[in-house]
């Protein structure tokens, strides 16, 4: 059985959950809401705790090539 880890919130939007589905594996259910490059991305745990804030624009800087 799946069980609830995360949520990602981006402004007042929750993005998605992440659920722990066994044997190492997790998988990230989004709502198919927009991105808005103006509001961080919060990773709040089950506990409702907050695990990190990662600004949008620095993540895709880091992950998308530089040859283009």
Known sequence: ??????????????????????????????????LDLNHSLLVRDANGNDIKEVEVIEMLNEILPRDW
């Open 1 to 34: 059985m799946a069980k609830f880890k995360y949520a990602v919130k981006n402004g007042d939007n929750v993005l998605g959950l992440m659920w722990d589905v066994g044997n190492g594996r997790e998988v990230l259910v989004t709502y198919g809401d927009k």
